[in-house]
């Protein structure tokens, strides 16, 4: 292999660093790979950004190592995540200097995975023997860091790598191995391509050939169908409000907002067996609206369908404490609470905590509902439900399955304002579709309401920031994907092991 960078001593000063050759190439890097993801669709990128990434962190310095994985997490988490921003500033009620100091340190803190997985890498990476065995290690210690991510403090689960290869035949590998499971693949798929680069032109024929191969072999997994789908249709309506949230919370325009959705659940409940309403429709404590539910569930109990509503419903022990809901209506049955709440717009996490009562700031601060709850019924169909930010745990859909026969989530996406996060969001819930072969109803109050197959495509949509009806059919769907059986304990045990071993012959040797 040849070096990549000229030697550094470790006791240079860290700003001495060669600005040209590490500081903006990793930042670069790092940057590329949000253009992988929605709303741009290039997967690509997300490859090429893993590539730049790989090849800049081998033969280098610890320090050097250290800085480039910071740096490529900044650019990617900086640019990917900038929503988060609007949900502190506009939503959770920060002024401007503290929402921008939290977002930066937010981001600062989600960098340290990719350093951290970088430094590793530095430290093991001389225990392989081989261009695959590198490639190999880097891919696990990926999608190791990625599994902490989305787990340490709750955990940020935004921007998992297998996500951005649903237009790709990674794709298909998604029900076998789930969302970690393709990022390692994706991330050995880049590797093989970084070190193609990296290699002298008799190997780079065969480390070409390993990258292709990684990329089209999964295509043949295509053809194999996952659970039995019914024989009959359920019809489902979808109301999209498109309100502001501000025009949502002013006290002024809350009858106008009731009658607004009464209207649209009546003309609904003529045509179709399932109506959704999105995320908080309506936004205040279900006992303070209980004369509209009453009137819902007379309506369409009456013709014989369901309804489900977001709204707030307290907790109970304590009326002031609330949870974000989803209540079942007319012929169906059963409440589900959101158990992932968005961080600085539902909740403060706990590192922030001390900085946001010192600041005398006043925040949303929701509860979270329990974990195992019981599932939703729709005319006798037990389903999976989601609320907005859990689309982004795919653990937490897996342990309402088998035995839900379809997936409903529902979302308020103006916590977002205009920005990736309502796009990005939708392709979490394609990817979920696939990963359990179940037809799932996205409603989203401000945009891309959508019917999603059990292979992920969108089949019905509302366009974005636009009121609308969507009327459509789902088939409910029996049966299991190799993923729901096992989760992601296998690839996750793999890549663990690989890590573990190549420590274990770094130990010995050195």
């Known amino acids: 292999m040849k070096p990549l960078g000229t030697a550094f001593s470790l006791s240079q000063p860290l700003m001495s660093i060669n600005t040209f050759k590490i500081f903006l190439p990793a930042l670069f890097a790092g940057v590329l790979l949000p253009f992988g993801f929605a709303p741009f669709h290039i997967p690509g990128l997300a490859l090429l950004s893993i590539a730049f990434f790989f090849c800049m962190i081998q033969e280098r310095s610890l320090k050097e190592t250290l800085l480039i994985g910071y740096l490529f997490g900044i650019g990617s988490f900086g640019l990917g995540v900038s929503w ?14 503290a929402s921008a100091a939290i977002t930066l340190l937010f981001i600062l803190y989600l960098s340290i995975y990719p350093l951290l997985m970088a430094g590793f890498y530095h430290y093991v990476s001389s225990a392989c023997s081989s261009s695959v065995s590198r490639c ?8 190791v860091s990625e599994y902490l991510r989305a787990t340490v403090l709750g955990g940020f689960p935004w921007l998992l790598l297998g996500f951005s290869q649903l237009d790709t035949p990674l794709q298909y590998v998604l029900p076998w191995v789930g969302v970690y499971g393709v990022s390692f693949f994706a991330c050995l798929a880049a590797s093989f391509l970084g070190e193609a680069y990296i290699m002298k032109a008799t190997k780079r024929y065969l480390l070409i050939s ?26 489902v309506g979808v ?9 949502k919370w002013d006290e002024g325009l809350f009858w106008q907002l009731i009658a607004q959705y009464k209207r649209a659940a009546e003309h609904l409940l003529k045509t179709t067996q399932l109506v959704v309403m999105p995320e908080s429709a309506i936004p205040v404590p279900a006992p303070y609206i209980s004369d509209f539910m009453e009137d819902l569930d007379s309506k369409a109990t009456e013709v014989g369908s369901a309804i489900l509503l977001g709204t707030l419903q307290p907790t109970e022990t304590d009326d002031t404490k609330l949870y974000n809901a989803m209540i079942a209506l007319g012929d169906g049955q059963g409440i589900y609470q959101k158990q992932h709440l968005v961080p600085f717009g539902e909740y403060i996490p706990a590192p922030f905590q001390a900085f946001i009562e010192r600041m005398a700031i006043p925040v949303a601060n929701l509860n979270p509902g329990k974990k195992n709850q019981p ?79 059990e292979r992920g495509h969108i089949i019905d949509s509302l366009p ?8 459509s059919r789902i088939l409910p769907i029996q049966g299991s994907t190799p993923w729901v059986y096992w989760g992601d304990l296998p690839i996750l045990l793999i890549c663990t092991l690989v890590v573990s071993y190549a420590f274990y012959i770094k130990r010995r040797r050195f």
Request: net charge negative; hydrophobic share 50%; proline share 4%.
């Open 84 to 97: 988060v921003y609007v949900s502190i500033h506009q939503y959770g009620h920060l002024n401007i200097v």
């Open 136 to 143: 190999v290690l880097f891919s696990a210690l990926w999608c």
């Open 210 to 235: 390993a990258f292709t191969g990684t990329l089209i072999l999964p295509a043949m997994l295509q053809y194999i169908p996952w659970g039995t789908p019914s024989s009959n249709a359920v019809t």
């Open 239 to 247: 109301i999209q409000a498109n309100l502001s949230m501000r025009d």
């Open 375 to 453: 599932l939703v019924f729709i005319q006798n169909h037990p389903i999976a439900s989601l609320i907005c930010y859990e689309l982004a745990y795919p653990s937490l859909l897996r342990k309402q399955l088998p035995l839900a026969e379809w997936i409903v989530s529902i979302s308020d996406d103006g916590w977002f304002g205009h920005s990736f996060a309502m796009y990005q969001q939708l392709q979490m819930a394609q990817a979920l579709s696939i990963l359990t072969a179940r037809y799932q109803i996205v409603a989203n109050n401000d945009g891309l309401s959508s019917i999603i197959d």
């Open 464 to 471: 974005a920031y636009r009121d609308g009806l969507l009327e």
